[in-house]
């Protein structure tokens, strides 16, 4: 059974940083693309970032460009997200989730596990 777990979410000011982890298993954690999403109240699901199975390649939202960077540790089954300079608008529930293939994807339809998601609050 595949098990993704966020943790880190929390209340932050604007212009903090906070460092979501998601750790992984039930799966052959390597051989997968990893991507992190975020839903904010009453919006729809959308993409944050993406990295692929190797750590290689990473992709990201141009909302987030420039002040979020992902990460893998394979050896720990492990996927971060470092989020600095945070804003308001970037307050949702974020969700990591493993990738149906290698490489980086940004549609939610291509993610077949989900974790059930750390709150991040920014204020202002």
């Known amino acids: 059974q595949v098990q993704l777990v966020e943790s880190g979410g929390g209340l932050v000011q604007a212009g903090g940083s906070l460092r979501l982890s998601c750790a992984a298993s039930?799966?052959?954690?390597?051989?997968?693309?990893m991507g992190w999403f975020r839903q904010a109240p009453g919006q729809e699901r959308e993409f944050v970032a993406a990295?692929?199975?190797?750590?290689?390649?990473?992709y990201y939202a141009d909302s987030v460009k420039g002040r979020f960077t992902t990460s893998r540790d394979n050896a720990k089954n492990t996927v971060f997200l470092q989020m600095n300079s945070l804003k308001p608008e970037g307050t949702a529930v974020y969700y990591c989730?493993?990738?149906?293939?290698?490489?980086?994807?940004?549609?939610?339809?291509?993610?077949?596990?989900w974790g059930q998601g750390t709150q991040v609050t920014v204020s202002s």
């Open positions: 989730a493993s990738a149906r293939t290698l490489g980086v994807v940004t549609s939610g339809s291509e993610y077949d596990y």
């Open positions: 039930g799966r052959t954690f390597s051989t997968y693309a």
């Open positions: 990295i692929y199975w190797s750590g290689s390649d990473t």
